[in-house]
Every structure is written in C-alpha cells, then in structure tokens.
C-alpha cells in the first residue's frame, strides 16, 4: 500500500513536471513574444533588445527553464504586468476565495446528489427514480451561464430576494455567495447524482444483494450493510474529479457575479495577455486537478478490498 | 451457462440491413423510450430551424430596428419583435435562429474530430498494449490533468480565437478522453474468440482495428457521443460567453449572454432567450443519450 | 422475534416440508406474459433429496426463486400454491417470508464469487445469520458458530477464513463458505441451485461429498438442481426432469434412470457420455430441433416436434396432464403414449465411424516450455529481489499427433492447455522447445510470419459460442472473408458458393448467411464456428472446449458434427477439454495435463484403465456418471490447485496425490516411465503397482432385477 501510494506520488511529480515543462515552451519559449505581451504591442525593437538582455531572455531555453522551475518552487513566479505587483500577491488571496466558493458548493452538493442517487439506485424504474433522474438530466443540461442569468432573473431581478453580483463591494458579505453557489450546484450535481443512482442500480442487481436478501436480512440491513458500501465506490472517484470540474465552472461563474477568486483571475489574466500571471494561475489549477486525482486513485484503492488485498 | 428463461429470451425481430433502415429503425426503437423520444424531438426542432433559418426569420440577425425593444413590440416599420430587441436593436428572436447555425456546425464538427482522433489511438491503445499503450496514456494523463476550461483558455490565447481555432481546441481537449473511453472498450473486446478467430486467420492490424473491434464498441460510443455533443455546445456556448468565441457580428448563443448581461435588470429578454435556447438543445441530446442507453441495456 | 415452531403450528415431521401445487410461474414484459413455468407439482419429505434437472431454459432455477418467492419485480406466481410445512407461501406477511428466509429454507448458488459481498469478510457475513435470526446471539457466539461451521464444512484454518475476503480464497473454498453460510441457522430445506457447475471437477466431487454428508447429518430435506444426471444420481432419492417449463417425468432415481417412460427423458440419456462405455457399444444420440421459445411452444406436448414417436391429432391436442405409470408406485410421466411405446427396443443406432488406419505424423512437439514473466510490486518482493516470476503454462511437452487422428488434451483449469492452444495457432511463441508441423518449425513463427497456406492448414474452433462470432457482421461476410483468404475464389459468385457450400457441410440451412450471429442458437453458432474452421481445408484442426457451454442434446449433435467433418476430411483434430466422459467417446489418443506438465498420456484405453496416472485416477473417479449399474471409487483430492506461480517442487500433483510415496516426490522431478509403447506415465511409483490398481469405473456386481 505504501508503495502504491508512493508510487501515485512519483508519477504525480513526474506529470507535474512535464506540464510545467510544457507550459514553459509553449508561453516563453519565443522571448520577442513574453516581451510583446509585458511591454505592449506599440513596442519599438530596441526596447524589446534591451528588455530581453535585461531579463536574461537571450540565454538558451533550457537554462531559463531551469531557473524559472527554480523560482516557481520557491514561490517566486514573477510580476504581474496587468496588476503590476508580484504574482504571489494577487494569486493566493483569490485562491482563497474560491476555496470558500468551492467549499460551500461541495458541502451542499455532495450529500445532496448521493442521497438522490441512491434513492434513485434502490428501485430502478419506480417514479421516485424516474423523477430523479429526469431532474438530475436537465440540470446539467443547463450551462452554468445560462443558469445563471436564469436565476439572477428569478431571484434578483422579479423577486429581489438576492443580490445579482458578488463583487463584495462592502465588506464580505455571506448573502452574496448564494447564487454562485446555487448555480454551481446546480450544474454538477445531476452528474454525480447519475453516477450514483448508476453504481446503485447495478450494485442492486448483482447476486450477493440476492443472498442478503435470500438470508433473511431486513431490507435496511440489505441497503445500509451490503449495497452501499459497494455502490459508493464508483461516486467517489467521481465525486474526486468533480473538483476538477469546478475549477472550470468556477471560472464561468465568477465571471458572471463578478466575484473576485481564481477562476476570474485566470480569464483577467489571459485576455490580459499577463504571461507570467497567466502561468502561475495554470500551473496552480493543474496542481489541484493532479493531486485530487491522486487522492481518488488511492481512495478507490482503500474502498476496494478486492484490489487493496492483492 | 445455465440461465432460465426471462425476459431477455425473447429474440429480436429479424432485421435486414440498409443504411436508411437502419435509421428508420433507430428511430422506431427510440419510440420505446419516451425521453429518448423527447430529445430527439427537440434536437429535430433545433435541426429544422438551423436548415431553414433564412425562412423563418422575421428579419435580418444583423438589422438594427430599435434597440432596447421589449418582446411583442411592433416597430415604426411595422415588423414584430415577439421576443424583444438587443441594446442595438437587433431582434432577438431572429439572432436566436441564427444562433442555431453557428452551434449546429462547429458542435457536431468537433465532435466528429474529436472523434476520429480519440477512436484511432484508442483502439491502437487498447488493441497493441504495451508501450504503445503507455505513451498514449502518459500524454491522455498529461492533458486531462488540465481543469477543461483552463485548457480552453490557455489554447484559444496561444492561438487566437477563430472558428478553426475553437475546433482545433475542442478536438485537443476531449480526444483523451474519447481515447479513454475506447480504449476501455477495446480491453473488453480484445480477448473475445472472434477477435482470435480474426488472429488465427491472419487478419491485418486495420481490418482487426476497424471492421472487428470498432462496430462492436458502437454502442456505448453513440450513447457517449450524444453526451460530448451536449458538452462541446456547452463548451462553445461558455468560449462565447468569456469573450473567446467567435468574433462579433456573428450569432453566437454564449456571446449573446454575455452581452447583455449588463442589461439584465432592464431587459432581461435579451440573456433569457438565448439561455433557454442553449440549454434545451443540450437537453436534448442528454435526453436522447438517455433514451439510448436504456434502449441499449434492454436488448 | 417468534421461535420457529410458533410460524407453523400444525405441521409434524410426517409431513411434507415443502408442497408445490400446480404452480405457473410467469414473466411480465412489454410483449405480454411470458410463462416460465407451468403446472408444477413437487411434494417434499423431511430428510429427502429431491433432483431438478433439464436443459437451460427448461425453468428450473426459476423453480427454486419462485419457492424463494424472489422473482424481481416482472416475476410472478399467477396460479398453483406453494405449501411449506403446511403454509401457504403467498399468505404469509413480508416479516414472517423474512424470516423464513435463511433460516427454514436456505439457498446455495451456481456462482460463489459472484454470491459473496466483495466488500465485506466472510466473517461478517456468516455472522450475519445467526445475528439476524436469532434474538439472543451475542456477536461472540456468532462469531463461534460461524468457525465451527466453517470447520464442519471442511475449511482448513477457519479463523483466516472469517477475517477473509471473497477474492483471496479459492472458488471451490467460496462455495464451502457459501454453504457454510446456508447451514448455519440449521434449516429444514436447502435449495442448491446447480453449486458446482462452475468448479473443476476434482473440487466438485468433494462439494458433492460434503453435501451428502451434511443431508444425512442433519436430516434435511434439499431440492438440487442441476443439468447435470450423473450427479443427480449420486445425491438424491427423487428426480423430476423438466423441458421447457414443464415437468416431463418425475419418480424415483431408480424408476427414471431404468425405466424412464418419457421419450425426452430417454434422449437425454442418449446424448450423455458415459465414461464407462465405449463408443463403438454406445453411440451418442442427439435430439433432432431446437428447445422452443416460452412464447413459441407448440400446442400440446411441447416436446411434440421433436419427439420420434409424435402423432397427429393426439401429441398435438392439448391438454397433456401427467399420468401416473400404473405398475410403478411415484412414477408419472407427461407423455400420453408412454403406455404404447415399446421402451426396451434398440435404438437404430446411427452408423459408428470407423477407425481410420493411422497416417502419418503431422505434429510433433518436443520439449515445449512457455513461461510468462509476472512482475511483482510488492514490499517482500522487492527486498528479496526477486522482482520477476515466471509462470511456468507449460513444461516440457511432447508428444506427437496423427494425419486423422483425434487426440485430446485433458485437465482442469490453469493446466495450460489453453496456452498450448495458443501457441499452436500462433498466438503466443514457445519460450523453449520444438512445435513441429508438417515438417516446419512453428514453435517461434507467431501467424503474422505464416504464409496463407500455413495459416490455412491449422485451423481452431473456440470454446464459447456467444463469442466466437463477430456480433456485427453477418454470417455470410464472416465465412466469405476466411474463405477469400485462404482459397483462390476471386470471383464472388466463387466465394458465395463456397460459402453456401461450407453452411451445407455444418448442416445449417443456406438463408443463414444472410443472418446475424445473434439470431442463432449456441449451438448454431459454434457449427458456423467449425465451418469457419474447416473454410480452407485444414490439415488439422484445434477445439478448445468446442462444446462444454451447450446444453448436452445441443453438445452431442455438434460433437458428432465435427467428428464426422474431421474423419471425411482426414483432419487432425485436436480436442482440448475437461470431460473425461466426452474424450472417451472421441479420442483416439489422450494426453492428461496437470499444472503445465503431462502426466500421462497413451491411447484413449490405454489411459481409461490401469496403470493409471495417480492424477488420472482421481480425474476419473472425480466424474459423475448417470448409469445405475456402475460403481466407481471415491477418491476426494485434498487441498487446492496450487498455483502456477508458485507451483510445486518435484512432482506437480504431489500437493494433492493421494499415493503420495513419500520425500522423493517433493523433491525430484518423476520420471517418465513406459507402460507400453506410446503409454507414457510421469509417476515415481513403480509401474508393477500401478498395474495393480483397480480400474475406478467397473459394472455393479449385483444385476439390478
């Protein structure tokens, strides 16, 4: 077990460093371009000289590699050209209020969508999971943009009920957080809510719930001890990757209520053209992505005794 | 081996085989799933008023009658805006129709891309083992790692947003997971006897790829491609809608959200349609995706 | 919760356990009702065992779910009552059939594996039933009974076993777990639902075993289903034999082995090997046509259209009632000519092929090894060093086949015949040794270096007939393409004809070219598989367990198919199986292989007699035979099949044997030693005692009237 997870950490490193390798080449390897993009497109070729020479960009690309991943471990990604503070400054405080948006959103969708799911799962066919299933099918059939303007719609504009941005202008305000996270619960939990009531149904069918069943065991005892257990295998993986998904549904969603976290920052900082940001805010969301995927192989793994015990 | 009888013992009727049958029949076993049915209706209206859009128009998508119009007004030139007009009076409903042409090619284009990339280094994947295998993989693990929407916009900066652009990107970002997924497939199908009969007779590695393994794996691919389309109109819709779609004047069901955003609390009109819009085509293609799999689990 | 004799106060132990009266039992579809079973009657006595046995689809596994009343939701019992201990099924509350459950009446499964809760330890789910049943069981003493149980039930280390998970014992342990698990509230009917059909034979014999003792320990009256006669024959007292959802005959195991009295009831005994009889004595009879459809039975006696003694105007008038057989007390059969049909007539036996004279040789392996490299991660592994295991499939093998010849390779599974298969075909590469063929060397050509013809003249027909065709294509397209490329039909007219020529050849009407697989019948599908085997003119022909998935009537037709092919076209074939019975019937020469190696081999009555092979003594032994008039030894392996990556030292069966003569078995590999010229036995025992072992199958003494 301890090598499998040190293994899963290995390849995590591995991946993360051809991703920042990738990202290194793709951004600045042609050094006129980052020059372009920090300095202006009104430019002069001069200045693009001397900032290059200023900026050690006329040495070969993988020694401003090296130099760069060096910086980048030790929290040093440079400065922001749009912000005009160092990238750290603006990066991690927005990081923050995403996680509280995203927080918010798991809390409230997870248990959620897995009682649904299950409820769905337990009897396949019956109105109860035709009704949850037709839901969970259009809610996420509705982009994150639209629900948005549908809701702010509903309850900002007719009901007045909420406020329709979440800029925080006065002072963090909890009331604010409602809608975004409305929207981004309601676009992903019909995912997790259709895995669930997958795993569910199939688990239902299999012969060992016969033998529970056929063992005398009181129904409660046949869902709770011997169906859930196994249908929530396959959901948690799902429910790991859904953190990835978030980070691309926040971005759509801060965007739409003006909130200041991450997601809004990554856009800023590429319609902005602000490399260096634009880096940073990358290499940071592909973390994310890569260690949550991390925790769901070796979660899948301690769920599993079939391949925990091999 | 030993199984008693059920429902599933009952035989198909037998069926012979012509490309326009085999539609037709699709269709005729779709009618058993109501929400199949549903959806397939909607993506059909949705299909319909993208062919005939010049016909059903009021007016010009690009026409500026009078801006800020509310749905139902009928202006100076005596055309009705039944859904209102935009901040440049362009009418909406007109603009929504259109919309539908812009989704309806560059969705189903990526898909197929997507597709035909994902399907080929799948099944080699699957098919090959080895280090084939692990190559594909190691790089479907390097570009799944990107949060999608991340991936989406550092593609589109690098290299500009265009009608080509966002194919280009569409197909880059979901064929690893189409590859994934057939892939998976052909791991099932791979070690059947067909597979070895087609081996101990010496069958090519294309006929093995193409003719044998593919069409068995249609199944799950069809019902998973119905979800994708509904995902990259999804996509498209969000590119629109950030400012990386496509370049103004043209149609496009995300930009016009986003447009008029700002305009919400006086002419919520001019977001809510083509919200609306959006969200019932992709409906439509989960619906059907659902009918399909369930049609599909029956059989 | 109410002690057990509070639930049926009026019954006494005189009385019949379960009572089945009349019971149909349907399915509902979209397409309507769909009748699985129909009228059935059962009459269970405490203590008896009562047999179930018929082809799949003939509705007796539903039987048993309908006594469970576990039907799912589009099952159910329209008509007939099922009376236990004198109550009737359909009225007892949810909370009283819960109870009943597990604890009067218990089930035992086709499928262990798939039977057990990957997720939860078996201790936890034996203690389940007692905890559950039971108001005043401690965990501990849950706990306590479940370890004896596992004991009674013959488990070594109980204790591991209950901190176990389903997956890290063996399939033959699952099953002793499984009915560990039905025993341990002690219930007055067991349901086994065909519980060894997925175990090796050698491990089904000890299942059976303890299944008889546990009948006769604890007086408990089973129902046992099972396509299987020769089992049936050696665990119950009573059979019903049962076609499509009827019961065609039932009496006492002696009234329907001896003196069966209905027409289906005795093609089935046609269609069965006998490991005892010699083909020549004893021809396999299949039956004509195809079991019908539920929803496609004909009118009155179902088994009309395929029946020899059918006649217009009376098989085909319904009803067709059970009647009793007059002079045999408990005898009743649903044919109403069971009275005019003269049953003790020969039947006009079919041609017996004859022995072909022996050609030359084709195939010679010499010295096969194939070793697969395993790599191993874990902890122990890697301070050890030793990172890479091989998996030793096959170890020395040699021997040699015939122009027409039939030679079998039997033994259980993980005895690398498969692999050996594959090696032949070209689908793997030897790791050592020489695979001779018609004088080339294929033991390192895989079938991408063989040219067309090479690839033609070795052909292989597959075990499983729902995978050995291309669901999307059609029969036609798949036959028409092997047939372009191993013959010189250019034109298309060419090929179709060949085509239609080789459906002609299995016996498969013409317009199935035009047909999907999934139209056809198992058995149809593995006849297309040998016409795809024999498109090019083989020169010899691999079947791998060509017929252990269908159904006996269904195995017997397509046996003979292929024989007949094989010996018109002076074919080798090679028959890869498990069924000693069926190898009898087939083989001219028998190669016995254990764990890699060949044990023995020699002709098919050379290895049928003494000297036997140890391993081949218990393989024989192991196989139920439906004949009453003969008597086997009972030899039960111990242990479990090791495994092959860690097989054994010295002999591979010396783990298990039970002649085991002492430490030179461990240690050194035994010799080959020479019966007769070609009877090759691996064993250290002398051949002047293996000579001297009794053969296993040999006639009753006493004549049965």
Not at chain 3, 13 to 25: A, K, N, R
Not at chain 3, 570 to 583: A, E, K, P, Y
Request: overall charge neutral; glycine content about 8%; aromatic content about 8%.
């Amino acid at each position: 077990m301890l090598i499998f997870i040190g293994k899963r950490l290995i390849y995590m490193l591995l991946t993360m460093f051809a991703i920042s390798l990738i990202l290194f080449l793709v951004m600045e390897i042609n050094g006129e371009a980052v020059a372009r993009r920090v300095l202006g497109p009104f430019t002069s070729a001069e200045q693009i000289q001397a900032w290059l020479q200023a900026n050690g960009y006329l040495r070969p690309w993988y020694v401003r590699y090296v130099e760069w991943l060096g910086n980048v471990l030790s929290g040093d990604f440079g400065q922001s050209v749009r912000f005009r503070t160092p990238v750290a400054d603006v990066l991690w405080p927005r990081l923050g209020n995403t996680a509280i948006l995203a927080g918010a959103t798991f809390a409230i969708m997870v248990p959620l969508a897995l009682t649904l799911g299950v409820l769905a799962g337990m009897r396949e066919g019956s109105r109860t999971d035709r009704s949850i299933t037709v839901a969970s099918v259009i809610s996420t059939s509705i982009p994150e943009f639209a629900s948005a303007v549908l809701l702010t719609v509903i309850f900002s504009t007719w009901l007045g009920w909420l406020p329709g941005t979440s800029a925080m202008s006065d002072g963090w305000n909890p009331v604010e957080l409602v809608l975004p996270v409305m929207v981004l619960v309601l676009y992903g939990f019909g995912y997790i809510a259709r895995m669930t009531r997958a795993s569910m149904a199939e688990v239902m069918q299999q012969l060992y719930i016969r033998t529970a069943v056929l063992k005398g065991l009181p129904y409660r005892e046949v869902i709770l001890r011997h169906a859930l257990r196994n249908a929530m295998i396959a959901p948690f993986t799902v429910i790991m990757l859904q953190i990835n998904w978030l980070l691309s549904g926040v971005i759509v969603v801060e965007v739409a209520f003006a909130y200041k976290g991450f997601g809004s920052l990554i856009l800023e900082a590429a319609l902005n053209q602000d490399v260096y940001l634009l880096e940073a805010a990358t290499l940071v969301a592909v973390l994310v992505a890569v260690s949550t995927q991390m925790l769901a192989d070796i979660g899948y793994t301690l769920l599993n005794p079939r391949i925990r015990f091999k | 081996m030993v199984q008693d009888v059920g429902a599933k013992a009952v035989t198909p009727p037998e069926r012979r085989r012509s490309l326009l049958r085999t539609l037709f029949g699709g269709i005729g076993l779709l009618r058993e799933s109501t929400i199949g049915m549903v959806g397939f209706g909607l993506i059909l209206f949705w299909v319909l008023v993208a062919l005939f859009a010049p016909l059903i128009a009021p007016v010009s998508p690009t026409a500026t009658l009078q801006p800020f119009a509310p749905p139902g007004t009928v202006t100076a030139s005596g055309e009705t805006l039944w859904l209102g007009a935009d901040q440049l009076g362009r009418d909406v409903l007109s603009r929504v129709i259109y919309g539908s042409r812009t989704v309806l090619f560059y969705a189903p284009v990526a898909t197929f891309c997507a597709y035909f990339i994902g399907c080929i280094f799948g099944l080699l994947a699957g098919y090959l083992g080895g280090w084939v295998d692990d190559l594909l993989n190691r790089i479907a693990d390097i570009i799944l790692a990107f949060p999608v929407l991340v991936l989406y916009v550092v593609i589109i900066v690098l290299i500009g947003p265009s009608g080509l652009n966002i194919i280009l990107a569409v197909t880059f970002a979901s064929a690893p997971g189409i590859m994934r997924i057939v892939r998976g497939l052909t791991l099932d199908l791979r070690n059947r006897d067909y597979i070895a009969a087609a081996q101990t007779s010496g069958a090519s590695l294309p006929w093995i790829l193409f003719a044998e393994l593919l069409p068995n794996a249609r199944g799950p691919l069809i019902v998973d491609a119905c979800l994708r389309m509904g995902y990259v109109i999804i996509t498209i819709g969000v590119l629109g809608f950030l400012g990386l779609g496509l370049p103004p004047p043209t149609p496009d069901w995300g930009s016009m959200v986003a447009e008029s955003r700002a305009m919400i609390t006086f002419a919520p009109w001019m977001a809510v349609v083509p919200a609306i819009a959006i969200s019932s085509l992709v409906l439509g293609f989960n619906l059907l995706a659902d009918g399909l799999r369930e049609i599909s689990l029956r059989d | 919760m109410r002690s057990r004799s509070d639930l049926f106060p009026d019954w006494s132990p005189d009385q019949p356990v379960l009572e089945c009266e009349g019971v149909c039992v349907s399915y509902f579809t979209r397409a309507g009702e769909i009748p699985a079973v129909l009228d059935f009657d059962l009459k269970v006595m405490q203590g008896e065992a009562v047999g179930l046995v018929g082809e799949s689809g003939c509705g007796k596994s539903t039987v048993a779910m309908a006594i469970m009343r576990y039907l799912g939701r589009n099952g159910g019992i329209p008509r007939g009552r099922v009376l236990y201990k004198g109550r009737d099924m359909a009225e007892l509350t949810p909370e009283e059939l819960r109870q009943l459950r597990g604890s009067e009446i218990a089930m035992i499964y086709q499928e262990p594996m798939a039977s057990l809760n990957p997720s939860l330890t078996l201790g936890r789910q034996l203690m389940e039933v007692p905890l559950n049943h039971e108001k005043s069981v401690t965990e501990k003493e849950a706990y306590e009974r479940s370890v004896q149980m596992l004991a009674d039930v013959k488990l070594p280390d109980p204790e591991r076993v209950m901190s176990a998970y389903p997956h890290q014992i063996s399939g033959g342990q699952q099953q002793r777990v499984v009915i560990a698990m039905a025993l341990l509230s002690q219930p007055s009917l067991l349901l086994l639902d065909e519980p060894t059909t997925a175990l090796d034979v050698t491990v089904e014999a000890g299942i059976v075993d303890l299944i008889g003792e546990i009948a006769a320990r604890f007086n408990t009256s089973m129902i046992y289903i099972s396509h299987n006669l020769g089992l049936i024959l050696e665990t119950c007292d009573r059979i019903s034999v049962m076609y499509s959802g009827v019961v065609v005959e039932e009496g006492s195991v002696e009234q329907v082995f001896d003196r069966m009295r209905h027409p289906y009831t005795r093609g089935l005994f046609d269609c069965i090997p006998l490991p005892g009889a010699d083909k020549q004595a004893r021809p396999l009879i299949p039956i004509g046509g195809q079991l019908p459809l539920p929803h496609q039975r004909p009118r009155g006696c179902y088994f009309g259209p395929r029946c020899d003694f059918f006649q217009a105007g009376r098989c085909d008038v319904p009803p067709i009632p059970m009647e009793p057989v007059t002079d045999q007390p408990g005898h009743r059969s649903r044919c109403i000519r069971w009275d005019e049909i003269d049953w003790d007539a020969p039947r006009q036996a079919a041609a017996v092929a004859e022995t072909l004279d022996e050609g030359d040789v084709i195939l010679r392996i010499d010295g096969l090894r194939k070793y697969y490299e395993v790599r191993d991660n874990s902890l122990a592994a890697l301070v050890s060093g030793k990172r890479v295991r091989h998996v030793k499939a096959n170890e020395r093998i040699s021997f040699d086949a015939r122009e027409g010849q039939t030679v079998a390779i039997v033994g259980e599974s993980g005895c690398g015949k498969s692999t050996f298969a594959k090696i032949l075909m070209g689908l793997e590469t030897a790791s050592d040794g020489g695979v001779a063929f018609q004088g080339e060397d294929f033991a390192d050509k895989p079938v991408q270096k063989r040219s067309a013809d090479e690839v033609a003249s070795m052909q292989m027909v597959f075990q499983n007939p729902f995978d050995t065709l291309n669901p999307s294509h059609t029969i036609g397209s798949q036959l028409g393409r092997v047939v372009r490329k191993f013959g010189d039909y250019k034109d298309r007219r060419e090929v179709r004809q060949r085509v239609l020529e080789l459906l002609d050849l299995v016996k498969l009407p013409r317009e199935f070219a035009r047909r999907r697989p999934r139209q056809l019948s198992g058995g149809q599908k593995q006849r297309v598989g040998i016409a795809r085997a024999f498109a090019g003119n083989p020169k010899m022909v691999v079947a791998d367990e060509p017929v252990s998935a269908l159904d006996v009537s269904v195995a017997a037709a397509v046996t003979r198919l292929l024989t007949d092919i094989q010996r018109n076209h002076r074919t080798t074939l090679l028959f890869i199986s498990h069924d000693l019975s069926l190898v009898r019937y087939l083989a001219d020469r028998v190669v016995v292989m254990y764990l890699g190696h060949i044990v023995e081999q020699g002709t098919t009555d050379e290895v049928f007699s003494p000297p036997y092979h140890p391993y081949t003594e218990a393989l024989l032994s192991a196989v139920p035979i439906a004949d009453t008039s003969v008597e086997k030894k009972r030899i039960i392996l111990e242990g479990q099949l090791p495994s092959v990556l860690d097989p054994p030292k010295g002999c591979p069966f010396h783990t298990r044997c039970h002649r085991k003569i002492g430490q030179v078995c461990e240690t050194e590999v035994p010799p080959v030693i020479e019966d007769a010229a070609g009877h090759l036995i691996a064993c250290h025992i002398p051949l002047g005692e293996l000579r001297e072992i009794a053969p296993v199958i040999a006639e009753k003494q006493v004549a049965a009237e």
